[in-house]
């Protein structure tokens, strides 16, 4: 059973940064496409950022200047740098194969809030 473990999230002022983290089990972590993935109150989650088994990088262009998607093979995690953060960026932050696979859930995700 894939399982996705998200840490990292908190609450921070506009201007700062976090590094989220994401440690998956369960499945052969190094071919898979892992995604970050985030859901606003009332709004439906969205794709971040992925990264190919082989590190390739693609964001959603509004965040491409701000978030850093990467991967550690070894460890079977995934991160995401997030700096200059607005108060837009508050959502509940989610990993997840990408594309996303049939059967594979959601963990419980890592919330972030950015206020003043």
Same mark, same amino acid.
């Given at each position: 059973?894939?399982?996705?473990?998200?840490?990292?999230?908190?609450?921070?002022? &506009? @201007? /700062? =940064?976090?590094?989220?983290?994401? *440690?998956?089990?369960g499945?052969?972590?190094?071919l !898979?496409?892992?995604?970050?993935?985030?859901?606003?109150?009332?709004?439906?989650?969205?794709?971040?950022?992925?990264?190919? &088994? @082989? /590190? =390739?990088?693609?964001?959603?262009? *509004?965040l491409?200047?701000?978030?850093?998607?990467? !991967?550690?093979?070894?460890?079977?995690?995934?991160?995401?740098?997030?700096?200059?953060?607005?108060?837009?960026?508050?959502?509940?932050?989610?990993?997840?194969?990408?594309?996303?696979?049939?059967?594979?859930?959601?963990?419980?995700?890592?919330?972030?809030?950015?206020?003043?």
């Amino acid at each position: 059973q894939v399982q996705f473990v998200e840490s990292g999230g908190g609450y921070v002022q &506009p @201007g /700062g =940064s976090l590094r989220l983290s994401c *440690a998956a089990s369960g499945t052969i972590f190094r071919l !898979r496409g892992m995604g970050w993935y985030r859901q606003a109150p009332g709004k439906q989650r969205e794709l971040v950022a992925s990264i190919t &088994p @082989g /590190g =390739s990088t693609n964001y959603a262009d *509004a965040l491409k200047v701000r978030f850093t998607i990467s !991967r550690d093979n070894a460890k079977n995690t995934v991160y995401l740098q997030m700096n200059s953060l607005t108060p837009e960026d508050t959502a509940l932050y989610y990993c997840n194969t990408a594309p996303l696979r049939v059967g594979i859930s959601w963990g419980q995700g890592t919330q972030v809030t950015v206020s003043s």
